[in-house]
């Protein structure tokens, strides 16, 4: 007899991380999407009036946000802006409905370092206790378990990934960390008008952003902390260049002990040999980011500077997929007891 399929909600389903949803989610074997939800709107959307390449893969419409229409949903995805999950998880975990969450308003242990740097206060206090945060490759058991996950942001999943198991195992100087990314402009998301974002701006460009202020330092040295078994500062400049998807990040470290590119790509081997989202790069071969566009793969390189006994280690992910949505999907698969890989497991576009 065949299973009940999971029923699921998608509220913010006009965005970017919205769309990639509704794309990964109508193809999940196990999933039914039975809503597709928009803030801040009186009327019905047609789907592929959002998003043009979904047309004809669902009848549903994206239809204003109602408490009433997650009534017997299994989980809701919420693509939403920062500030709005605080306000919906509540009513949606009384209903037994369990929720992943896109925005950072449950990403942080701490209250008032959310509000000290997204400048919102939060509503929903109680339940920062029990959310996990959702990065599988760190923290697959607990979000197994979990009502309540907190998707990570697109940069500290990149960051995560290349430094996790020289971290965990406090291989590097805790306060050398350098992290330098660049990432394509989808990560602004659907709603940014501003002039910056125009294709005449971005192309044949390549700009630094937020230095020394980003809202993701805080959320990769909170789980840098994590990961090391103590406090961890560390230095994020992120960078725009003119593609659509995709980041690369490079982190810079320096070894505790003298350590050889063989050394430092065994412990990497040993910590992603099972991590079926991670794929380590051989020794001499370096990421790109149109190898992962269109799928949940983090591509990752290590290399060691033995002049200098520091670590290079580089990632690069589709920011839409492992950087929200695709992971996302990953952690609900992990929720609901279902072999990860499900409905995720494909290559990326090319060329």
């Known amino acids: 007899m065949e299973s009940r399929k999971l029923k699921v909600a998608i509220v913010g389903a006009t965005g970017y991380t919205g769309g990639e949803l509704v794309r990964l989610l109508l193809q999940h074997p196990s999933a039914e999407v039975v809503a597709l939800l928009r803030l801040s709107s009186e009327e019905a959307l047609p789907l592929h009036k959002a998003h043009p390449h979904l047309r004809g893969l669902t ?29 919906l998880a509540p009513r949606l975990l009384e209903k037994g409905v369990k929720v992943i969450d896109l925005s950072a308003d449950f990403r942080f242990r701490d209250p008032e370092t959310y509000e000290r740097w997204y400048r919102k206060s939060h509503s929903a206090k109680d339940l920062l206790v029990e959310a996990v945060y959702g990065l599988p490759e760190i923290r697959r058991e607990q979000i197994r378990n979990a009502r309540l996950v907190a998707n990570p942001g697109c940069y500290p999943v990149s960051a995560l990934l290349a430094l996790a198991p020289l971290l965990r195992r ?63 500062c560390l230095t994020f400049t992120p960078h725009l260049v003119p593609m659509v998807r995709g980041i690369f990040t490079t982190a810079y470290a320096k070894l505790t002990e003298p350590l050889s590119t063989e050394d430092v790509r065994k412990i990497y081997e040993s910590d992603y040999a099972n991590e079926p989202f991670v794929r380590l790069l051989e020794v001499g071969e370096l990421p790109r980011v149109k190898a992962v566009v269109g799928s ?55 060329p």
């Open 170 to 232: 406090r291989l590097v100087h805790l306060d050398s960390i350098v992290i330098d990314s660049k990432s394509g402009v989808s990560g602004a998301g659907r709603s940014r008008l501003e002039v910056g974002y125009l294709f005449t701006e971005l192309e044949e460009d390549f700009r630094a952003y937020g230095v020394a202020n980003h809202r993701h330092t805080p959320e990769m040295e909170q789980e840098f902390s994590e990961l090391a078994g103590e406090p961890v």
């Open 59 to 87: 009848k549903l419409e994206c239809v204003p946000y109602d408490d009433g229409l997650l009534d017997g949903v299994d989980a809701a995805f919420l693509a939403v802006p920062n500030g709005v999950a605080m306000e």
């Open 296 to 350: 949940n793969f983090c591509d990752v390189s290590v290399v060691v500077d033995e002049r200098t006994q520091r670590v290079i280690a580089l990632s690069v992910i589709d920011n839409l997929v492992k950087g929200a949505s695709g992971n996302a999907v990953q952690c609900f698969n992990l929720m609901f007891g279902l072999d990860e890989r499900t409905g995720l497991w494909c290559g990326g576009i090319a």
